[in-house]
């Protein structure tokens, strides 16, 4: 599986998220929208969110941590 993040910085739940993946031994690409001069409309654009995180896999999007979880369970 392929995972994406997009994150920003000081993100708590960014954080968790790929934790929580890195625990489960699943690789994934994070896209920090602050590195990237990326903005929230960016993002809607992309994953259809406008919060982070936001998690694709295998490039269709999750949606945030909440969902990763339930995805987890």
Same mark, same amino acid.
């Given at each position: 599986?392929?995972?994406?993040?997009?994150?920003? #910085? @000081?993100?708590?739940?960014?954080?968790?998220?790929?934790? =929580?993946l890195i625990s489960r031994g699943f690789d994934f690409e994070?896209? #920090? @929208?602050?590195?990237?001069?990326?903005?929230?409309?960016? =993002?809607?654009?992309?994953?259809?969110g406008r919060t982070v995180p936001q998690i694709l896999m295998?490039?269709?999007?999750?949606?945030?941590?909440?969902?990763?979880?339930?995805?987890?369970?």
């Amino acid at each position: 599986m392929k995972f994406t993040i997009y994150t920003a #910085n @000081l993100c708590a739940y960014c954080n968790a998220a790929k934790q =929580l993946l890195i625990s489960r031994g699943f690789d994934f690409e994070e896209i #920090n @929208l602050e590195e990237k001069g990326m903005n929230r409309e960016n =993002l809607f654009e992309i994953t259809g969110g406008r919060t982070v995180p936001q998690i694709l896999m295998n490039d269709n999007p999750i949606g945030g941590f909440d969902d990763l979880q339930k995805l987890d369970a």
